[in-house]
Each structure stands twice: as structure tokens, then as C-alpha cells.
């Protein structure tokens, strides 16, 4: 989810935890479970400090380790123990278990939107993106805040905000039935599809649509029950020649593979040697595919690569000519 709804959602467990009797009793305790939800809701990403590095690193690692079983274990500890240090009269078991529901939601949200999570690290890196929730979604943001507002009009927060969270289950499960029509749909005029990856968008019936059949990949979009399909390509495996085997060890090409579960890959010659092109087809905007990874070369020597987000033929020129640099 977007940085908003985590702060919200912190402030939301610090609400909810004022149902537990320690915590009601005890003013210093329930103002330490408030920092603790808060720094707890917004821990794990913490690590989008990696940007200031490189698109590659930043694209590889975020909402890897700092979202993995042993950090959720880990936060709680840390933040808990921090906050002890100003307020040591607090409850720490309270406050540590508190703290952990944070960062456990925050962790939790956090797979059901399409970018998802690394979430099950140890044990797997498999990215968990189930597709079913924006990671902006107007729904929950304002069910936050309506929340707040009874809270600040004297409404008991616990209650209050229990009230809400139960709303938001079925927000949930709703959204998961959602996109389970749109994928029924999908198989109804592509009945060979392998895998269908859903992207929500922030409108209620509007998702984006990246389709895998053995021989085809489709991009496409549903409107309600209406499928419509934007673009087919053909489903060339990527060939094992010496130009894309030198361009696969450039970070910027290999954390975008290590990322992206659907794809198409260019090779065009050029007058200085090649220039290796993947294009992630899950975030077609404007008839534009804006996450690649591109990667020139003289010969077999790598000059100039990038991999992020543009959304022109020009802004991409413009980085890859500073990468030379």
C-alpha cells in the first residue's frame, strides 16, 4: 500500500488497541502502542532509502527482506525496545505485541496489491502479488478517516475502529470474489490461458490484464465483465545468444528479470553494436509499456543500461545517455 494508508492503518491499531484492558489502564503504555503502531506501520519499508543507491537495487530488494518472516519478528523488537528507552514505565510485552500487529498488517496489505511481497523469505523469494486491492485505495483511506472523526467526535476508539476493520474483511473478500469474475471471464474467450495476472486499478471495475498462453502473451483489460484486449504478442522464448547472455549480467537487465513474471525482449542492431530491450507488459498506460530494462552495447561490452519507470521514448535516452557518463 501507498505510505497514507500505512500511516492511517498504524494510527487505526493504535485505536483498536485501546480494547485491551492493560492498555486502557495505562496512559503511558497506550501513548507507547501509538509511536509503536506508527513506526511499525511504515518499518518495512524502510528500506526505500535503497532508491537513493540505484533503480537496480532499489527494484531487487525492496519489499524483500525488510518485508520477510524474520523481520516482522525483528521490527517489533527493535521499535519496542527503542521506545522503552523514553517511556520505560510502559508495558513492553503490551507494547510488543502491539507493535508486531503493525508491522504484521503492514506486511499483510501489502501482498494483496500487484507489486507485492517477498513475504514467505527464508523459506522461498517468490514475489506474493495476489492483484486484488490498488495500492491506493480511496476505500480504505477514507474508512480510516471516518474513523478518526468518530474517535475525535468522542466515539470509543476500540469499538470504533473494530467496527471498521470488520467492514473491511468483507472490503476484502469482496474484491477477492471481484477478481475472480474477471478471471472467469478472461478464460471464457482465452481458454488456453496458463496464467492471467491481474492488476486492480483504483476503480472498482477496471483492472489491468497481462495473459500467458503457450504460444501468445495478451495484454488486455477488464471493464465489468468486459474483456478487452489491447495487445498480442507472440511468445518468443529468449534466445541464448552471446549479445542477451552479455546483457543478462548488467544489474540493471538482471534485477528487472529477478522482478518482472511476464514480459518481451527486443534486440536491435545499432550503429555502435546493440541495444537489448525487456518490457514488462503488467503496466500498459496510455497505449505505453513504462517499466523496462534497456542495456547498449559496443560489440560484447556493455556501455549504458537502465531499468525503471519512463513514460517516453525521450526521457529513456536522456537516462541512458547519463548512465554513460
Same mark, same amino acid.
Given at each position: ?35 509503536? *503502531? ?7 519499508? #524502510? ?34 525496545? *527503542? ?16 507493535? #508486531? ?12 496489491? =500487484? +507489486? ?12 506474493? *502479488? ?34 471498521? +476493520? ?43 490484464? =497481462? ?5 501468445? #502473451? +495478451? ?27 552479455? =546483457? ?7 534485477? #528487472? ?69
Amino acid at each position: 500500500m501507498d505510505t497514507g494508508t500505512h500511516v492511517v492503518m498504524g494510527l487505526g491499531i493504535g485505536a483498536l488497541a485501546t480494547l485491551d484492558p492493560v492498555v486502557a489502564q495505562d496512559p503511558i503504555t497506550a501513548q507507547s502502542i501509538l509511536v509503536g *503502531a506508527l513506526i511499525g506501520s511504515q518499518a518495512p519499508d #524502510f528500506d526505500t532509502v535503497l532508491k537513493l543507491k540505484n533503480n537496480a537495487v532499489y527494484i531487487r530488494h525492496h519489499r524483500g527482506i525488510t518485508h520477510s518472516i524474520p523481520a516482522v519478528l525483528i521490527w517489533p523488537l527493535l521499535i519496542s525496545w *527503542a521506545i522503552l528507552l523514553f517511556t520505560p514505565g510502559a508495558n513492553w510485552l503490551h507494547l510488543w505485541l502491539w507493535t #508486531f500487529l503493525a508491522v504484521f498488517l503492514h506486511v499483510f496489505v501489502d501482498i494483496f496489491n =500487484a +507489486y507485492g511481497t517477498q513475504a514467505l523469505r527464508p523459506f522461498t523469494r517468490r514475489w506474493i *502479488a495476489l492483484g486484488v486491492i490498488n495500492i491506493f485505495d480511496p476505500f480504505i483511506f477514507i474508512s480510516h478517516l471516518i474513523g478518526f472523526i468518530f474517535w475525535y467526535t468522542g466515539f470509543h476508539p476500540g469499538y470504533t475502529f473494530l467496527t471498521i +476493520y470488520g467492514i473491511l474483511i468483507i472490503y476484502y473478500l469482496l474484491r477477492i470474489n471481484a477478481q475472480q469474475n474477471v478471471i472467469k471471464e478472461v478464460k471464457k474467450i482465452i481458454p488456453d490461458a496458463t496464467e492471467i495476472i491481474v492488476s486492480p486499478t483504483i476503480r472498482w471495475g477496471k483492472w489491468h490484464l =497481462a495473459i500467458k498462453t503457450p504460444t501468445q #502473451f +495478451y495484454v488486455a483489460k477488464a471493464e465489468n465483465k468486459n474483456i478487452i484486449i489491447h495487445d498480442e504478442y507472440d511468445r518468443a522464448p529468449v534466445p541464448k545468444t552471446p549479445v542477451i547472455e552479455t =546483457a543478462k549480467e548488467d544489474p540493471n537487465l538482471s534485477a #528487472f528479470l529477478s522482478f518482472s513474471p511476464v514480459y518481451r525482449w527486443e534486440v536491435e542492431e545499432t550503429e555502435e553494436g546493440y541495444e537489448v530491450r525487456f518490457i514488462d507488459l503488467r503496466y500498459r498506460s496510455k497505449g505505453h509499456y513504462p517499466f523496462v530494462a534497456v542495456v547498449q552495447l559496443e560489440g560484447f561490452e556493455i556501455i549504458s543500461s537502465y531499468t525503471g519507470w519512463v513514460y517516453s521514448e525521450d526521457t529513456l535516452r536522456k537516462k541512458l545517455d547519463l548512465a554513460t557518463e
